[in-house]
């Protein structure tokens, strides 16, 4: 089951929906992982969107699993990345050369569903206009309020700052230029008394 | 809530002008200027506001709420360019016909319903007859900053063109004018068909024209945010009816030829309001009981709202019943 229901929170924090078909001239879908479940759903509510579709997909550690499904949806441009770092200069080129018109579907993780989303929003789609279904893992992409640095995938509170070492506390307070959540300092006042790291929504 | 303070009056607050010029454009449009009486600079507007001007028209007080049509950059006067409309109620004619040089008037500060999405890479503007004015302040506002614009104008014939030739002398490559009478029109599909990521749609004009931007806009994918719009009603004659105040203790008459909003200001009751043609939201209204049916003509409240029956915009909606009590 990829589907996750994150329980009511701050209004930073983001609430994600379900794609739904939308009338467009192009389709931009970038997904991750259990992502691509989700646009195997909006396959079968609209398959005819998927002839004017460019899918960028990242597979993380699901490998081959989605791969052929995606592309038996016949895309107009499928693309399988490594990384969403090795992607991101492709999502770049394809959102310099759209026009309005453009439907952008984001489905996965938070943090490739945040970065991509920035990515979108600037080259000047509203975010509101942004589609965006979460599946599969509830890491997240944590910035460190101390160091700035980020650290990706965590799925622990409180963690280590890939960066400094701090430990921080995992907050749902989230920058959407930053695409990320922040990590604050949770041993700031007495150095070494940090709580047991549990994993997060357990 | 808002955090605004609460203000002593209903509206924005007032200025003091005298009219500086009258300006006839064609048969139908005629430009007013104003000038400030106390000599000091106008406070700045963002293109897009509107002021609303007030007319002593013998017993009666108008007020129509006008598009600021001159420079933003301009804060020595206010310029308004009024249609003159026959069948209307009579502000225009009123304007038209008797409002001279060297008169005293009052209007508001300008309040902007209509503004410029400054985020956007480039802006589309559609405007349809005497809806030129925003954009021309707009217009304006862009060129000052180097931003990307262009203009699409539909008119009726080349003589009620109001600023034509003004726009394509200035902006030959910008504006695109299409006449009525020449069997011309906006090509829309092919107008929305390629703009540049970020791009922004702004109509103003005829409610038809308004509806038809926004239905082909989202047809073709179009963010709503990337479309906007903005169409003053006026208010509509009706049948007369009458209404309880509950705050203010009193039951008003709502003649035929006047709103709600206007009736309860005879009254001497002091109802908010802005841009009093129903797309502000100023002066929305909560319904305490009603019998009868609902008028609503305003672009504010939601379909589940007007459909509840709990909420009513005095500016231009109305009431068909034997009882109705507000709030207010």
Redesign the interface.
Known sequence: MSKFQFPPSIASRPVYGTLEP????AHLMIADAEGAEALLDLAARDAALFATAHIIFIPKGTGETYVERLRALGPAQFYVGPSYAASVQRIRRV?SD??????VYLAGTEGLMGQAQNEAMQ????H??IQTEHRGSVARRMQCVHCKGITEDVTTDPFVCSHCGLNLFVRDHYSRRLAAFQGVCIDAEDPGNVPEPVELYK | MSAAPQKAKAGAEKIEVTVSAVVPLNPLVTRFEFTRRDGQPFPPFSAGAHTVVEMRDGERTRLNPYSLMSDPGDNSIYAISVRRDDQGRGGSLFLHNKVKVGDPMTITFPVNLFPLDL???KHVFLAGGIGITPFLAMIAHLERMGGAWELHYSCRSRELGTYVDELTYKHPNKVHVYFDDQDQAIGLEDL????????HVYVCGPKGMIDWVHATA?????????VHSEEFLAPQPGKPFEVRLCKSDITIQVGEHESLLEAMERCGVDAPFLCRGGACGQCETDVVDSDGDFVHRDHWLDDDEHASGKKIMPCVSRFVGKTLVLDR
């Open positions: 939308r009338p467009g001239k959102l759209a026009h309005m018109g453009l439907q080259a000047g789609i509203p509101g206009a | 985020r956007g890479r929305l068909d390629g703009q540049p990521l970020g791009t989202a047809a073709h994918g179009w963010p709503d945010e990337n």
